[in-house]
């Protein structure tokens, strides 16, 4: 960490240091104008020094909208510690060492830093938190907690009020996000399909016209290429950056789907190049479907199975924690609650309760059966649910009310996420719509630009003297294609929340465009297919 002083002084020296790079590219410029492309270096110092003054508000934004994802969260632990008669300063330690909320601990270390380095009470700590912290939902819960702690208030009943506030605040923070996300899918489909299409047709045209004059056409088939490999993917990672920083997501990622995904990236090669080899007589517009189609399938099976099981998990996660808090009410140990609950049907979740009860029957100890559990599965609300379960039996004993708190607050998150789900799902049908209306949109102007009869009987002249309509017709629908497989990542980030989930959908589009295509050459005549 820098004060700020110290990190301008940096900010300057760097951009004093990329002066003379500044100097050599002016320099090269005049001594050879072909250089004028590398006319962005002379700016270079500008560039830095404005990424400089930017940088802080760049990292507060950050920090904030992490502490965001963990907030409903960490309030409940506190809570879970505070209705136990934790002290503050136990609580800090305590959430310093969770490994599920790492924005969070990373905060609660620079709160007992304050205390143990510093020599701060715990309470001026808090307060300092609480007056320095970008988020202000995280720094109003600590002013809160501060002046419960200085006046001697009800902590527990306090921390019970703010977590109501804080399931208000995320649900709100959801709903705005959803808003949001609406409006990103409005300008990618004006910026994607509308203005996509408008170059494409522009290029296609220029192709058709260029060959049909004797120039070849390969300019304006260069411009496809580029349009469809370059334009179109870094318009769909933007969009995919900036729908992910809106969005509210977990603190972890998962790589499982990515891995396959790539293994499935090795059958592109084979069926675009193998079928020629062989002699089968496939056009490139089928290959390149099926290719795209299948390199995704592997990630998109990995992908739904793994979301299914989570969902499965989640769905009755609150009505096993509640069953545990009326087993509770019998005066059964909370240990013997686990055992006497693994009989019953929890759906996803009954492998996981059998596989507690198990452990607990061997002699496990309870928080290590907890920390198994966490490490075997996948679900980030189960993780913490666990978590919160193995606390609230070792600090308060697990009494019928604390983990009727618990069901109560899993309860809602699980409302709070299904809510969310709900919101953004009908934002998966919009790059669909796109896709569909970008290959129909090609097979048309394909046709009717190629076709060697008008309307009227007479021939088409720009089509009779194409020097390479297939090599035309191929670049122009190979095009709609990759482009409506991008597309489906689009899909899979807005409406579902994770570009894995969009490795369905491209699969999904990539196929239906071959199809589509297909279909549309048993009607019309299209050269080259």
Same mark, same amino acid.
């Given at each position: 960490n820098y004060t700020p002083e110290v990190f301008y002084s940096l900010v300057i020296l760097s951009s004093l240091l990329t002066l003379p790079i500044s100097a050599v590219t002016i320099l090269l410029i005049v001594l050879n104008h072909r250089l004028l492309v590398l006319f962005p270096l002379i700016l270079l110092p500008l560039i830095v020094f404005g990424f400089g003054l930017l940088y802080p508000r760049s990292a507060a934004s950050s920090r904030a909208g992490s502490l965001d994802?963990?907030?409903?969260?960490?309030? !409940?632990?506190?809570?879970?510690?505070?209705?136990? !008669?934790?002290?503050?300063?136990?609580?800090?330690?305590?959430?310093?060492?969770?490994?599920?909320?790492?924005?969070?601990?990373?905060?609660?270390?620079?709160?007992?830093?304050?205390?143990?380095?510093?020599?701060?009470?715990?309470i001026s700590a808090l307060e300092k938190a609480a007056r320095y912290n970008p988020n202000k939902a995280f720094a109003d819960f600590f002013g809160g907690y501060t002046s419960v702690l200085k006046t001697g208030g009800d902590v527990v009943d306090y921390m019970q009020n703010k977590i109501r506030d804080v399931f208000a605040y995320r649900a709100l923070k959801v709903r705005t996000a959803a808003d949001t996300i609406g409006t990103f899918a409005e300008s990618y489909i004006s910026i994607a399909v509308i203005l996509g299409i408008g170059l494409f047709v522009l290029f296609a045209v220029q192709t058709i016209l260029g060959s049909a004059a004797?120039?070849?056409? !390969?300019?304006?088939?260069?411009?496809?290429?580029?349009?469809?490999? *370059?334009?179109?993917?870094?318009?769909?990672?933007?969009?995919?950056?900036?729908?992910?920083?809106?969005?509210?997501?977990?603190?972890?990622?998962?790589?499982?789907?990515? *891995?396959?995904?790539?293994?499935?990236?090795?059958?592109?090669?084979?069926?675009?190049?193998?079928?020629?080899?062989?002699?089968?007589?496939?056009?490139?517009?089928?290959?390149?479907?099926?290719?795209?189609?299948?390199?995704?399938?592997?990630?998109?099976?990995v992908s739904i199975v793994d979301s299914r099981a989570k969902r499965s998990v989640e769905r009755l996660l609150p009505s096993?924690?509640?069953?545990?808090?009326?087993?509770?009410?019998?005066?059964?140990?909370?240990?013997?609650?686990?055992?006497?609950?693994?009989?019953?049907?929890?759906?996803?979740?009954?492998? *996981?309760?059998?596989?507690?009860?198990?452990?607990?029957?061997w002699g496990v100890p309870l928080r290590q059966v907890m920390t198994n559990i966490i490490e075997q599965t996948r679900s980030w609300i189960t993780q913490t649910t666990m978590f919160l379960l193995s606390e609230v039996i070792d600090v308060g004993g697990g009494t019928p009310e604390m983990l009727g708190n618990l069901a109560d607050f899993v309860e809602k998150i699980f409302q709070i996420e299904q809510d969310k789900r709900n919101q953004l799902r009908p934002y998966i049908f919009i790059p669909y719509f796109g896709a569909i209306m970008i290959v129909v949109t090609t097979v048309l102007m394909v046709y009717f630009l190629t076709s060697p009869i008008v309307s009227?009987? !007479?021939?088409?002249?720009?089509?009779?003297?194409?020097?390479?309509?297939?090599?035309?017709?191929?670049?122009?629908?190979?095009?709609?294609?990759?482009?409506?497989?991008?597309?489906?990542?689009?899909?899979?980030?807005?409406?579902e929340g994770s570009v894995a989930a969009g490795l369905k959908h491209a699969s999904l589009l990539a196929a239906v465009s071959g199809i589509v295509i297909y279909v549309a050459t048993i009607f019309f005549h299209i050269a080259g297919v």
């Open positions: 994802n963990e907030l409903p969260f960490v309030v !409940g632990y506190v809570a879970v510690l505070a209705s136990g !008669g934790i002290s503050p300063i136990m609580t800090l330690k305590r959430l310093a060492n969770v490994k599920l909320y790492p924005k969070a601990a990373i905060e609660a270390k620079r709160i007992l830093m304050d205390v143990e380095v510093f020599a701060l009470d715990p004797g120039g070849g056409g !390969g300019g304006g088939v260069q411009k496809i290429i580029l349009l469809t490999t *370059v334009f179109n993917p870094l318009v769909a990672a933007a969009f995919i950056f900036i729908t992910h920083s809106t969005q509210p997501k977990e603190p972890f990622n998962y790589y499982k789907p990515y *891995v396959f995904f790539g293994i499935g990236l090795v059958t592109v090669p084979i069926i675009l190049l193998v079928p020629p080899i062989i002699h089968l007589s496939i056009p490139f517009v089928y290959r390149l479907a099926a290719a795209l189609t299948v390199c995704t399938i592997p990630g998109a099976a096993f924690i509640r069953d545990i808090a009326e087993v509770r009410k019998t005066g059964l140990a909370p240990e013997k609650s686990i055992e006497e609950l693994s009989s019953r049907n929890y759906g996803g979740l009954t492998p *996981v309760v059998k596989s507690m009860a198990s452990q607990i029957s009227g009987g !007479g021939f088409n002249p720009f089509a009779s003297s194409l020097s390479n309509i297939s090599g035309v017709t191929n670049t122009m629908l190979a095009g709609a294609i990759f482009t409506s497989w991008i597309m489906g990542f689009v899909s899979g980030k807005m409406g």
